[in-house]
């Protein structure tokens, strides 16, 4: 956004936690989003509100603690909402999830993509779904009901650099990038489930380049998929990485781990054809910058 010539407010409940890379903002603001009153300080006198802010992580983390991120969530997206209302800012992105779709029609690895109208009747895998997908309807409700314009974007599964990679956050694409830098030639990693899942990865970039889209070009306010189609098994994931980093490696598989459903990809028709947008960068190339970054970070420990 600075790069683009805006002026930019970076507000979090930390400063300097492994996620948060500090850029050239032009202020930033430490406050705690599920506070109301600090809501309405992080959003006055803003134009527009991305509201990314979420108690969230890998399929580990989102399977084992359900009331905090439901309940930390649900403020967090409440409080914001209304917020930005009362303060008048001019348009509202909120970063939903791919998690909000049905868990039926996910069942097998090779799947057909998932589209827009497919999330209901509903039934997400995870609370952290569910948390979503009210959030999706609590934001077309200020839509219909304030006139507050807002947009909607269902991520798929995003990856790059400046992620969090250990500790328990962490997804799949950093948590394989981490083994495998932490590995020497001859070891074998671990993959949760037995490797046949299969997802598609959105590089952060391509995930950028669809939200301002969204935000400067377009006046939808029903969810829309930002990913990609190309879908991969985690096992090819993890192979993939082995293969970028030059090393020697074998998998084992852990059929104890939360894996999620069997298969999610995303159907991209709509945002197509409401704004033009594809990904652009393939997976090898995202990954190779992932994994040199993953690489950097083992390295210094």
């Given amino acids: 956004m600075k790069r683009k010539g805006y002026w930019v407010r970076n507000v979090d409940i930390t400063n300097g936690a492994p996620h948060t890379l500090r850029t050239n903002e032009d202020e930033f603001l430490m406050y705690d989003l599920r506070d109301p009153s600090e809501a309405v300080m992080a959003v006055r006198n803003i134009d527009w509100v991305f509201n990314l802010a979420a108690n969230m992580g890998g399929m580990g983390y989102i399977t084992k603690y359900n009331a905090s991120i439901m309940e930390d969530n649900a403020l ?11 303060e008048q800012i001019k348009k509202f992105f909120f970063s939903s999830s791919a998690c909000v779709y049905n868990r039926e029609l996910q069942q097998t690895p090779n799947l057909p993509p998932l589209a827009e109208n497919q999330a209901i009747p509903a039934h997400p895998d995870s ?4 948390e979503k997908l009210f959030s999706e309807l609590l934001c077309k409700s200020y839509a219909t009901d304030y006139g507050l314009k807002v947009c909607i974007g269902r991520l798929h599964n995003v990856y790059g650099p400046y992620t969090t990679y250990k500790g ?3 997804k799949a694409p950093a948590a394989l990038c981490r ?3 932490e590995a020497k030639d001859g070891d074998t990693i671990e993959v949760w489930g037995d490797g046949e899942q299969s997802r598609s ?6 995930c950028l380049d669809a939200i301002h889209r969204l935000m400067k070009k377009s006046d939808y306010s029903e969810p ?9 098994s985690i096992d090819d994931l993890a192979k993939l990485i082995i293969n970028i ?9 852990n059929l104890n781990m939360p894996q999620g459903v069997r298969g999610r990809n995303a159907d991209l028709t709509l945002i197509r054809n409401i704004l033009g947008w594809h990904p652009k960068t393939s997976l090898e190339e995202g990954m190779t910058v992932l994994y040199r970054w993953v690489e950097k970070q083992v390295a210094k420990t």
């Fill in 76 to 86: 967090i997206n409440i409080n914001m909402l209304k917020a930005s209302l009362k």
């Fill in 179 to 181: 083994k495998v830098a």
């Fill in 201 to 206: 990865f959105l590089y952060i970039d391509d």
């Fill in 245 to 253: 980093s030059g090393k020697k490696l074998d998998i084992s598989h």
């Fill in 224 to 232: 829309l998929n930002i990913g990609t189609s190309d879908i991969i």
């Fill in 127 to 130: 609370n952290y779904g569910w």
């Fill in 168 to 170: 328990g956050r962490e």
